[in-house]
Structures are given as structure tokens and as C-alpha cells.
């Protein structure tokens, strides 16, 4: 068995893994740098470790870890969240899974991935990197539906569908050092999926279509979805990359079923939930020649909290309030585990938190969730 050091405690998929993990024998450690964060109460953690924020103090966080691994004796560093961009910084210090950061930039820009993808004969939207009013003059030129979202953005949360050019203009600053993009908007479901895979090897995977959302982006109802076409997609990009560690994928499904891909997570996202329950999942991380792990099942899994707040007031307006009662009746709590219920029934501790920083500086909620951990192709320090 090993010693594991997950990062990103305050994540529903960092407590699925941590618990996963525990199962399995493994002891695991977790360090995060927010107070009263959900993981935090789980019986399923050996230790938590407190961390200087990563994108304020990105040293002083890799010289915390690099300390925990070092007196902890960990053999696995799996980062969750968007700090896995900064553990990307110190991967030569760390026994991470992860790709270098100059890896991962190429595949969290939105404009660098769609151009990457291009270049292997995959399907993207055709793609504008918007700098200047040129750039978006042009954009509204060439499209009559487009999408418009900043190359470094996370959850859809600043992200404009379908906006009039007023809007756009309204919206956008124009700074070459935080550009945007323009995507041509198309028509369609969306799927998404979670793989973890070692130098293009695919060990375990999952997809699931995004129904019921809190906003317009992060999905808090999952449901596997068999899709050979997103597998193959994400299978046939891995292996031109020789990609290794875990990432995810948003793809637009048309009406003949086939998928366009339009952005990449190289993180961990919320498939991890219907992978977990596997008994091979956690060897994926491990072992590079696993045959595929996929979900034993749909395994409906859900955000309950999230269902409530944000999905069940949007299926009012949308009318689809059936569908998400079906969904809310037949799926399982993520964060809740009878063996476990300390992270469930004290959730509140972490959002308080988020309430607190939110006031601090001036932000929604949603953005100081990842206030101190998001990375926006900031440079590695010196």
C-alpha cells in the first residue's frame, strides 16, 4: 500500500478520490490552503496539512509539499483542482501525476488547445483569439452565432453565448496578456468526460452528458453515458501527445452523434464520481498497462446541495422539473457517506469560508472558490 498526497481538498472529486483510496488501503494525506475545507472532517484522511495559497505564494506552496512528501514518505502526489498547475511547477520535486506545466499550458488555453487539436485532425470549433476590436469585429464578420470566453477561464463563468456585438464590447477588455476567444457557436448535447491515462494509455475512463448545471458551466448531476465517439476522440488525442496524468474534455454532440470538442481540463473533474465505486479504479493511477476501467454502470451521482440550489429552481424556468426530480430521486449524494458523514453534514464550514473571502476582495462566490488556486498562465517562479 501506498502514501498518498492529494491536493485540493475542497473539491467533492478530491474527497471521492481520498475516500476511493482509503478503501483500498492506502493512507492518505491531504493538503490544501483553505480553511474548514470539506475533506477536512473525513475519517478516510490519515492527516490534513495547512498550505500557503498557490497562486499568491507558488514557492512557499511547493516548498510545503515538497516538505509533507519528504516526512510523510509520500509515493503519490495527485493534485484535484486547479492547483495542479502549480504542482505542474514543481514536478521535478515532486513524485506528481502530472504533465510539466509548459505541457499543460498548451491544453488549458482554450485558443492553444483548439489549435493543437486542429493540427491532429480532430474536431473543434473554428476559433479566433480575440486581442484587439479588430479581432472581435472580424469574429462577428465571420460567424452569425458565436461564443465568446477568456483563453484562461474556468465553469463558463465569464463565458457570453450567443451576445450581440454591444454586449461583447461591453464585456471584453481588451489586454493582450489576458486575450480571449471567439468559437463559432454549434448546435447540440453536451457531453463530457474524465480520463486518467499514462503516455497515451487510457487506464480509466468515464462520460457523462451535462444536464443540470449551477450556472451555465460546472454540471452537479452525473449519469455515465456510454460514447464511443468522445472516447475515441479523447483516445486518439492522448495517445498524439503521449500524454500522462488525469484530464477531462467538453464536447458538443451533433444530431448524427458525432462529438467537437471544445475546451480540455487537464485536472481531475466529475467523473472521478462514477469511476470511484470500481474496484480497479485506484489502480489506474498506478499501474500504466491496466486494461480500461470504465463506470460498472450509470451510477446516477449528484451535488445534492447544488441539485437544490441551482438546478431545481433553473428546471422551474425550463421546464424540467420531472427530469430533475428523477434525477434528484435516483441519484447518490456525493458528499454524503454513512461511514463517513462529517464532510456532508459540516459543508458549511467551507462555503462560509468562500462567503468570507467573496466579501474580502470583492468577488462572487463562484470566483473565490478558486481564488487562491487558479492559474491563468501566470509564469513559474524563479
Known sequence: MSNILLTGGRSPAALELARAFHREGHVVFMAESLRGHLSAPSRCIARNFLVPPPRQQTADFLNALVGIVQRQRIDLVLPVNEETFYVAMGRSRLPAFVEPIHTLRRLHHKWDFAFYAASLGLSVPESILIEDPDDLLYAFTH?????????????????????????????????????????????????????VVHRGHIT?????????????????????ADHPAAFE???????????????SFDFIENAQGAVTALECNPRAT?????????????????????????????????????????????????????????????????????????PALLQGRGILHYLGLARRHGLSPLQASTFDIEWNGESPPA
Open 204 to 224: 480509466a475512463h468515464a462520460a457523462y452528458r451535462s444536464e443540470f448545471t449551477a450556472g451555465q458551466g460546472a454540471t452537479v448531476a452525473f449519469r455515465h
Open 233 to 247: 476522440w479523447v483516445r486518439t488525442f492522448v495517445e498524439a501527445a503521449q500524454f500522462t496524468g488525469q484530464i
Open 270 to 342: 466529475s467523473g472521478v464520481h462514477l469511476l470511484a465505486a470500481h474496484p480497479r479504479f485506484t489502480k489506474a493511477f498506478f499501474d500504466p498497462a491496466l486494461p480500461l476501467v470504465t463506470p460498472d454502470g450509470p451510477n446516477p451521482s449528484m451535488l445534492s446541495t447544488a441539485m437544490l440550489a441551482f438546478a431545481l429552481p433553473d428546471s422551474f424556468r425550463k421546464r424540467t422539473f420531472r427530469r430533475w426530480l428523477g434525477a434528484f430521486m435516483r441519484s447518490r449524494d456525493t458528499l454524503f457517506d454513512p461511514r463517513d458523514p462529517l
Open 143 to 195: 460567424w452569425r452565432e458565436l461564443v465568446l470566453k477568456p483563453a484562461y477561464s474556468r465553469f463558463a463563468s465569464q463565458t457570453l453565448i450567443l451576445p450581440t456585438i454591444n454586449q461583447a464590447l461591453a464585456t471584453l477588455t481588451f489586454d493582450p496578456a489576458c486575450p480571449w476567444v471567439a468559437q463559432e457557436f454549434i448546435h447540440g448535447a453536451q457531453v463530457c468526460t474524465y480520463s
